[in-house]
């Protein structure tokens, strides 16, 4: 398997250092994968200034393309980025080859939105326009139960508003998103997206970094306010996607035995590692003992 690189300025290369990945089916040592250092994070974040100028200027209909293009790129690769995905991540290859389709699909769909220009005020007076700019550097951290989802919730997003990225997986399943760098680096003007992978250790340098404009993270709640602490200082923009504590709620007159199934399958879907899974249900007294059983 492998081997994985980091993809910095348009370029594959070597971390600084390496670390393991687990596969966590057997414990077992699954790969070798490269370490970023703060020096290599700091070339990443330069690069991806350098790059964002031109990026932003270029028509919508061009960065479209280039979704299009990286979509094209994950979904050919379908077989390939599931069997890995299932490897670091351990979720049954039905499931992974599901996630890497959803994540193609999700390229495609933020390639299919606009940024129009809305008018809100055109009178003799005067007119009045609001128009979407890009920030600049943006920060994406994405945690290790849908590596690959939940980064095609935030790159794509990214990229089709004219901005730059520094993606970082979880420590613990970086390597289908490495992949993904391999298949999509030619398919980018250098910088535009740079990946980098750590051992937990540089993330608060991404949220710090005087470069970066915004940080987008999904993961705990407490380390959800170790980022928004970090980015206090410079008031940078955060977005965060946090752990959930769902209830369900089951009514008086609900078949028990249609909806207990339901229930527990919103609580155990990705064997329960997923952040909006059911985590208690208020079920009414007359079906409780029934709900239980």
Known sequence: MGPFKLLIDGQLVDGDATMSVINPANEEVLAECPRASKAQLDKAVAAAKAAFPAWAAR????????LNAMADAIQGDLANLARILTQEQGKPINDAMGEVFG????FRYFASLDLPVKVIQDNEAGRVETRRRPLGVVGAIVPWNFPLILMAFKVPA???AGNTVILKPAATTPLSTLRIAELVKELLPPGVLNVISDANDLGGAITAHPDIRKVSFTGSTETGKKVMAGAAEALKRVTLELGGNDAAIVLEGSDPKETAPKIFQGAFQNSGQVCIAIKRAYVHESIYDAMCD
């Open 103 to 106: 994540c193609a699909a999700f």
């Open 158 to 160: 990214a990229l089709l």
């Open 59 to 66: 028509p919508i209909a061009e960065r479209k393309a280039a």
